[in-house]
């Protein structure tokens, strides 16, 4: 134990800010996992439908009311700005602000047409708004301090933040009847005071409304960034607002908790690409390019059987997560964790994509892919039900994952990289086998010795092959 805390207190504070946004960002997913067993039991299925619903409506009216301005262009803006933080923090934020205000009034303006639209009252509406309002303040000032490098106080503010909400929204729910508007109001209200502090604590020291470089800098970096946000997110979230609705509302609340299931594993998977993905640059650097496919088809023989052994515990993972009235949900479980796969297989052309600065056709891929995604919901939900859109989000993600295959290539013909780069054949053959073992496991919900069968040949394999598993990690640490 001293030997760990003497090689930690010898990192850089880089590494250490490193570390504790990574630890913060797994305690922060836990939580958020833990409180879902809560809701589902507390909460109706229509009750947790309409609050999955509201969630995904707050991220694309954020796209809409802020333009996403404290993500990325902002951590730009910090670095180009060194000097003048302070100025520049208060002046993009006040931008926010303004953005945010514009879209309130045209909301105030034609308030029936836009609740007709998204199946939310006023009431949630306005709290909508309110988050627009605060959330970006918590937003700004955690981006500064990642990039100062004062990690103590954001962890803290982030930990206190995702405790507080489950905790306080559970305690209002068991009080009152409408239980979702509980847990809404929670998030409300903590992010409300920790967002109001934060706001003055990112304008105190130099205030500025409007600098014209830094607004026409940020809307120049955002606003053609706002189709390829929307696209995301309605090809993450849709799903639940045409499933509520076509169907209802505890049929998007049951899909809810499948997804959010699913959506475990991409956590596994960021971890993993955020190892492998300086590996490939390095090598790519070095030209040595003969070292990458075999890496990247182990990783991804890794990725697909931790997969597949969600898809086989489908049954008891939505029994802990949610009470029978969601066993449903264990349906939808199978081509979304399959969709969870299908974003680690293409992350790979991303990769390369990122290395050579080239990454202006993914916007194009993600728009066609969202398109084609509330196409096929609206044409086969009321054909063949809600549990199909677990397969037009996987059809979905196929579909991206071959745009972005041939934009890849495309790249590495243009920068004289073989395109051997990655060994497709085996990757699509991996996949192949992929879908045939989701399928078996899928019929096994109805078959358990197939299902528990399949679990301990998985469990024997990765024991007898460790040593290769081990090998393989290894080699990305070179």
């Not at 803006?77 to 003048?84: A, F, M, N, P, V």
């Not at 295959?405 to 991996?430: A, D, H, S, T």
């Amino acid at each position: 134990m001293l030997k760990i805390i003497k090689k930690y207190n010898s990192i850089s504070v880089q590494a250490k800010a490193a570390i504790w946004y990574t630890v913060c960002n797994l305690i922060q997913k836990g939580i958020s996992l833990i409180a879902i067993p809560l809701y589902t039991r507390i909460l109706t299925p229509e009750q947790y439908g309409s609050y999955t619903v509201f969630l995904s409506w707050l991220e694309i009216f954020e796209i809409i009311a802020t333009f996403r301005i404290s993500w990325g262009g902002y951590i730009v803006g910090l670095t180009k700005y060194e000097h003048d933080r302070d100025r520049y923090t208060s002046s993009v934020q006040c931008l926010g602000f303004t953005l945010t205000s514009i879209v309130l009034a045209i909301y105030l303006i034609i308030p029936d047409l836009i609740n007709s639209i998204t199946g939310l009252n006023f009431g949630l509406t306005l709290m909508i708004f309110s988050l627009l309002y605060t959330t970006p303040s918590i937003s700004f000032w955690t981006a500064r301090q990642r990039v100062e490098y004062r990690y103590q106080a954001a962890v803290a503010v982030t930990m206190i933040s995702s405790i507080l909400i489950p905790i306080l929204g559970v305690a209002v729910a068991l009080t009152i009847d409408q239980k979702q508007n509980a847990i809404i109001g929670a998030r409300v209200l903590v992010h409300g005071v920790i967002g109001l502090c934060l706001m003055l604590v990112n304008c105190h020291k130099r205030f500025c409304f409007f600098n014209k470089e830094y607004w026409k800098r940020s809307l120049k970096f955002n606003g053609p960034l706002l189709p390829y946000y929307l696209s995301t997110v309605l090809l993450n979230s849709s799903d639940r607002i045409i499933i509520q609705n076509l169907v209802g509302k505890a049929q998007a609340g049951i899909y809810g908790v499948a997804y959010s299931a699913s959506m475990v594993m991409s956590l596994f998977n960021s971890s993993i690409n955020s190892s492998l993905q300086p590996w490939i640059f390095a090598k790519m650097k070095e030209k040595q390019y003969k070292e990458i496919p075999s890496v990247i088809n182990s990783l991804l023989v890794l990725v697909a059987g931790v997969n597949l052994m969600l898809i086989a515990f489908a049954p008891e993972a939505i029994a802990i997560l949610a009470p029978p009235q969601y066993a449903e949900a264990i349906w939808v479980v199978p081509p979304l964790a399959a969709s969870v796969f299908v974003m680690f297989f293409y992350q790979h052309f991303v990769n390369i994509e990122f290395y050579f600065e080239d990454s202006k056709m993914i916007a194009i891929a993600s728009i066609g892919s969202a398109l084609l995604n509330v196409a096929l919901n609206y044409l086969l939900i009321p054909v063949a039900g809600y549990l199909i859109a677990g397969y037009t989000t996987l059809l979905s993600y196929l579909v991206f994952a071959f745009a972005h295959y041939v934009f890849m290539r495309r790249i590495c013909k243009k920068n004289g990289c073989p395109v051997e780069i990655v060994n497709i054949r085996q990757m699509c053959l991996i996949m192949l086998v992929f879908f045939i073992l989701m399928g078996i496991l899928t019929f096994g919900y109805t078959v358990v010795l197939v299902r528990y069968g399949f679990i301990l040949i998985v469990l024997a394999t990765a024991v007898v092959k460790r040593n290769f598993i081990v090998q393989k990690i290894k080699e990305l640490k070179k």
